[in-house]
Structure formats: structure tokens, C-alpha cells
């Protein structure tokens, strides 16, 4: 099977390391890869280091992109006939109406509302992919009809571990992981954070990433909590190396599509503290390798932080179970198969097949 997986993305972000992901498991399965992307991304450099083998095309430069992005869609169609053609974000996928002679897949990462024009692209698709069950349900609850929508679950790559261990300050040390963004929670973990320094006041909250709303976030920590209890880390390329040193890692979002930073986080035996919102429940088992608390709940969520303190017991037990449930349930093979077997199926219903 040979698969044009399209991606105009210039940074590296969650949905580029996914659509990597993506590709290596394919790979693993004899697909044939193909990659049309804007030259000069992270998203290139690192699939030809992952994978020599795959072909990347350049999308042209021009002012008018949707248009030469069906153009060129068509055009590659047209000389290489291929068997899928994956878009990787809502705008790649409006480039794919020219096609008619292969099957089409759209891939849906976040939670946001579809907008008309987005809801119209993804009903002239064969396929959607939802990384969760929630999203899905989102997208029937919008009035998406036509496409087959398929849930599969974003993938941890459990090959790879962390190179090294940061060594982090506070008993325990407590992590968030990820973009600093309003919608995932930080407020509250704050607050949280400040409720728990009463009961267990060694503790220590580490934030890596940056992001629009730091400079805001950095002040209410300024006024909620002493400097010792807090760490602003800034954009790191060393994750795994800060979920090995953590006690545990937070993310009590708003709304999340899936979570795959919780994903990580337990395959190396990290439990995660999880707000109910999104597609955030599907990625632990609470009670189990995490702990579930209502999204918004200030006190609930500074109540899960004070028994991982204090109940080291639930921490051991939390962390030995991670691992296991990730390989069960997030793993590469399972990513790959699950989406060649979706692939198949839309093939089989093509004109003429």
C-alpha cells in the first residue's frame, strides 16, 4: 500500500510528532510512505532521519495555497497513484476535493468546534480518524455525516526511553508538561498547588513549555505562592528526562482532545493527575495509573496532589501499572494496524474495487 500523508506544518509540535509516529508504524507494516509538506520543516528533517526510505514532495510556494495544494494533490495523484491520502490538520484536507480515484482520511487531533468550511471538508473525505472517543462524539454531535469516523487513540513510542533523569527540586516534585495555555487549567493548578503547601509545604511545582499566557501565569504564582515553590522551566528538549525526575505529572485542562504527554508519563511509570475534560479519561485508568478529578475543582485537585504526597503506597502502586497499560492499549504496532486496517476497509468500498 503507498499512502501520501499530507502536513504543511513548519514547527514540531504534538501533531507532527504523531503523524511521525504514524508513519513508522505504517513503515513497520510494509506501507509505503509519502510525505507533501512546505520545505524547511521539523517534520521533514526528522522522518528522513526515522525513515530513509520514505518520499517527501515539496508543496510550491504561492500565494493562493489552497489552490495549489489541491493542484499538486492532484498532480502526484495523477503520476504515483496512490491507495490513501492522510491529512494531518484541517487545512490539508480541503486540498484533498480533487481527488476521486483514491481513499481519503482526515485525521481530527483537537476538541475545538468544527467551522462550517472545516465541517464541509471533512464530509468530502471518506475517512475521519478521532484520537478519541470524545472527539468523535463531538464531531456527530456538529452534524458531521458522511465519512466513516473512526477512533483511534494517539501512540507512545515504547521503544524509546529517557536519556538521562533532571533532578528536580521539592518533596515531592510535581510537574506540568506542555504549552502554557489558558484552556489547559494552569490557574487552578496554581491554586491547587498553593492549597497543598498547607498540608505539605516541601512541595514543589515544575512548569516546562512557554507559551501566550506565561508572563500572566508567572504573576499569579508570584501572588499565590513563595518563589521556592514554584519553577518556571521554559521550553525544554529533554521531556522524558523531566517525567523520570517528577513524582507526578498534572495536566487538569479545560478540554483536551487525548493527552499524549499523560501517555508518556505512565509508560515511564509517572502516574498522571487528569481533570475529567475531553478525551483526558480515556487516557488512564483512575485509580489504577491515575488519578481522575471534575475539571475546574480547585480543591479536588489539590486533594489528588496531597494523597500522592502523602500515600506513597498509591504512588508505587500508580506507577508500576502505567507502563503496562500503555503497551496494551497506546503502542506503536497498535497505531499501525489499527489504521492500516481502517485504510483497508475504505479501499474495499471504492468504485470498481
Given amino acids: 500500500m503507498k499512502v501520501l500523508h499530507l502536513n504543511l506544518q513548519i514547527t514540531w509540535g504534538g501533531g507532527e510528532n504523531q503523524s511521525l509516529l504514524l508513519m513508522r508504524a ?64 484541517g487545512r490539508e484536507m480541503r486540498g484533498l476535493g480533487a481527488v476521486t480515484d483514491a481513499v481519503t482520511v482526515a485525521h481530527r487531533r483537537v476538541p475545538d468546534p468544527v ?50 533523569r533532571e533532578d528536580l527540586p521539592g518533596q515531592p516534585a510535581f510537574l506540568y508538561l506542555g504549552r502554557l495555555l489558558r484552556h489547559k487549567g494552569l490557574d487552578g493548578l496554581l491554586r491547587a498547588h498553593a492549597q497543598l503547601l498547607t498540608r505539605v509545604p516541601g512541595a514543589v511545582l515544575h512548569l516546562v513549555g512557554e507559551g501566550p499566557d506565561e508572563q500572566r501565569l508567572k504573576s499569579l504564582a508570584g501572588k499565590l505562592l513563595p518563589a521556592s515553590a514554584v519553577v518556571f522551566h521554559g521550553f525544554r528538549t529533554n521531556p522524558r528526562d523531566f517525567i523520570a525526575g517528577a513524582h507526578a ?36 485508568r483512575d485509580g489504577v495509573t491515575g488519578l481522575l478529578v471534575p475539571a ?26 502505567g507502563p503496562e497499560h500503555i503497551r496494551q492499549h497506546f503502542s506503536l504496532a497498535a497505531l499501525g494496524q489499527q489504521t492500516l486496517d481502517f485504510y483497508r476497509e475504505l479501499h474495499a468500498r471504492l468504485p470498481g474495487r
Fill in 249 to 284: 505529572l498534572i495536566l487538569a485542562s479545560r478540554d483536551e482532545g487525548l493527552g499524549t504527554v499523560v501517555l508518556q508519563a505512565q509508560f515511564q511509570a509517572c502516574p498522571a493527575v487528569v481533570s475529567d475534560a475531553g478525551g483526558l479519561p480515556e487516557t488512564i
Fill in 26 to 89: 505504517l513503515a513497520g507494516h510494509g506501507v509505503r510512505n509519502h510525505l507533501l509538506c512546505r520545505p524547511g520543516g521539523v517534520l521533514e528533517r526528522r522522518l528522513r532521519e526515522a525513515l530513509p526510505d520514505a518520499v517527501v514532495h515539496h508543496l510550491p510556494a504561492s500565494l493562493w495555497l489552497l489552490l495549489t495544494l489541491r493542484r499538486h494533490t492532484a498532480r502526484l495523484q495523477a503520476e504515483l497513484g496512490f491507495d490513501v491520502i492522510h491529512s494531518h490538520t
Fill in 296 to 321: 475546574g475543582d480547585v480543591p479536588a485537585l489539590a486533594a489528588a496532589l496531597e494523597r500522592l504526597a502523602l500515600e506513597p503506597g498509591l504512588r508505587e502502586r500508580l506507577a508500576a501499572a
Fill in 115 to 164: 467551522s462550517r468550511a472545516a465541517l464541509r471538508g471533512y464530509s468530502g473525505v471518506q475517512g475521519v480518524i478521532a484520537v478519541s472517543a470524545e472527539i468523535a462524539r463531538r464531531l456527530a454531535g456538529q452534524g458531521l455525516k458522511g465519512p466513516e469516523v473512526r477512533v483511534i487513540h494517539s501512540a507512545v513510542d515504547t521503544e524509546e526511553t529517557a536519556s538521562g
